[in-house]
């Protein structure tokens, strides 16, 4: 049995704190304030109860993982015998620099060091360690526990060996890995998502469509079909000779600026920063953040469930419309 351990307290660390355990790994989260850390070990337990009731691990297997979290406020405690240690602290990257340093310090060389960063370059967050090859990026997508992608970006010198470690344990714990090469910002999923974020504020912005009928469009049309059906295999499946034909058509009209909308940029400069200030591109008075959470969090593992399933039986690809 390998021990795991995950720095950080916040609702990621105990997000991946639950699938480590979920994987029958000893698993320590460390906080230096252990009422943080025996929290964040609670709130564990809570996603380790939501991925059974999700069908995601059968009861024997919850029970035993929820046993095997335990917590910690002491680094050098948390790390003994750690065969991998992911960071989960806050996107600074002075303090994620300040944390490789130490864990650098007190781990063996052969244990993994990675980081939850969704947006850091690990090249940076890595560049004072004494064995930068053994540290990459593992970046778990929220909520970690149940959505399964897992990016895996190597850094400068992150070795490969260490990067395929990391493929074979992330597989193992039951997600999906995919390896990013060039450590880049945005690392792969977000880099789609912000090109999808930055047109879909420019068609509001344009008043080409309302926001509630750009995201209409994207949740039943190719949201639905992006789980089994990529761009890339879209664009196989049609044609790359049409996939071209419609690039030449459209990108012209498409929004291709470096800085951040107007639509968004008024809004932030308005005070109206969406639901936690109870107004952006939807009035929260009106809208529910927990019944779409809610929604979310039983969509997916179904989802997820259903595509395994298919998987699993061999079933055809859907045909490109």
Wanted: hydrophobic letters at 40%; aromatic letters at 4%.
């Amino acid at each position: 049995m390998q021990q795991v351990t995950i720095v950080g307290a916040g609702m990621m660390g105990a997000s991946i704190a639950a699938v480590s355990a979920a994987a029958a790994n000893r698993t320590v989260l460390v906080d230096l304030d252990r009422e943080r850390a025996d929290s964040a070990v609670a709130n564990a337990r809570r996603c380790i109860d939501q991925m059974h009731s999700s069908g995601l691990v059968p009861c024997d297997r919850a029970e035993v993982a929820k046993k095997l979290l335990s917590a910690a406020d002491s680094f050098e405690t948390a790390v003994s015998g750690a065969s991998l240690v992911i960071e989960a602290v806050p996107e600074q990257l002075r303090l994620k620099q300040n944390l490789f340093r130490t864990l650098d310090s007190l781990t063996d060389p052969t244990t993994t060091i990675a980081s939850n960063t969704s947006g850091l370059r690990i090249s940076e967050i890595a560049k004072d360690v004494q064995y930068p090859e053994r540290t990459a990026t593992t970046h778990f997508w929220f909520p970690g526990h149940l959505v399964p992608l897992v990016e895996v970006v190597m850094g400068e010198h992150t070795s490969e060996e260490t990067t395929q470690t990391l493929r074979v344990t992330l597989l193992a714990w039951g997600k999906t890995p995919v390896v990013v090469r060039r450590d880049l910002p945005g690392q792969l999923a977000n880099r789609i998502l912000q090109a999808i974020i930055r047109e879909a504020v420019h068609i509001v912005e344009t008043g080409l469509a309302s926001a509630e009928d750009v995201d209409t469009a994207i949740k039943a049309g190719m949201g639905l079909r992006f789980p089994v059906w990529g761009p890339l295999e879209h664009i196989d499946a049609v044609g790359l000779d049409l996939a071209r034909a419609v690039q030449e058509s459209v990108l012209p009209y498409l929004n291709n600026s470096t800085a951040p909308g107007t639509a968004l940029t008024q809004r932030c400069e308005n005070g109206d920063l969406g639901w936690k200030t109870g107004t952006g591109f939807y009035d929260w008075s009106v809208k529910s953040k927990e019944s779409l959470s809610c929604i979310r969090d039983r969509f997916i593992p179904g989802a997820v469930a259903l595509i395994r399933s298919l998987e699993g039986a061999g079933q055809p690809s859907p045909t490109a419309e």
